[in-house]
């Protein structure tokens, strides 16, 4: 049952079954790629980036700790995107974590003013979420 | 040289030096992370997608053979985002012999009239390149 709760946050409910053990074992153990987006205010494009070079200790190690690795930004325009790989068990569950941490809600509270979510994101999102279109390892 | 060349196509020229050696012989032989964007056209998105499932054989085995690994494109709105891991020495050269690849051509030439690439783009780019803002392993 954890299993298939921790698949079901992972792939489409059409793409997901629990009927097979092989499969959702494979897959629950997998790494999980997440593409996300957001845009930047024009006027605080120089501070935002000024802020990530270095990002705070705190808030790189609570990242850590929640199990993400390989993560970048890119900007271009007033556009950033955000690539990372989930290497854990629960996704929400980390985000939880990370969303409590104080150090990190201190960061985000400086970023927050600085983005400017896109009005077509999910309900409850801030930046949005991605489909993936194409991968090649 | 060759070593020196090899890093001014990946780093800013005020960012690298061939006085160090050591520097020159870590960096030469590290990955480079890159990331592009480019539009699309609303009414390609359902049809852009359908090639991306899968992408022709020879296309892929051409990406693998320019040293690209973990190559990913993602979709939301109308943008999509492409991040890649680049494993060789030589990316120019990769790229040009992708560029006069038959087959590689030939699904330019679907994909391009689906595209729509910013006008912010640099001279003699299609996608966009990104300037990586923030970077975790």
């Known amino acids: 049952m954890i299993r298939c709760r921790l698949i079901a946050h992972t792939r489409k409910a059409s793409e997901w079954t629990c009927s097979s ?7 629950a153990f997998a790494m999980q790629r997440y ?14 980036k000024k802020h990530h070079a270095p990002v705070w200790p705190e ?11 390989n993560y970048s930004i890119y ?8 690539y990372l790989e989930y290497h854990g ?6 985000m939880a974590k990370m969303a409590a941490d104080p150090k990190t809600q201190e ?4 970023m927050g003013p600085m983005q400017r979510p896109l009005r077509s994101r999910a ?8 489909e993936e279109v194409f991968h090649l390892d």
């Open 21 to 27: 053990a092989t499969w959702i074992v494979k897959e």
């Open 35 to 48: 593409g996300s987006v957001i845009g930047v205010k024009p006027e605080a494009i120089a501070e935002y």
């Open 59 to 69: 808030v790189l190690e609570m990242i850590r700790r929640c199990n993400i690795r």
């Open 75 to 82: 900007l271009k325009d007033d556009l950033l995107f955000g």
């Open 89 to 94: 068990t629960d996704f929400q569950a980390d």
């Open 107 to 110: 960061w985000w509270k400086i």
């Open 123 to 130: 309900e409850g999102e801030w930046w949005a979420s991605m």
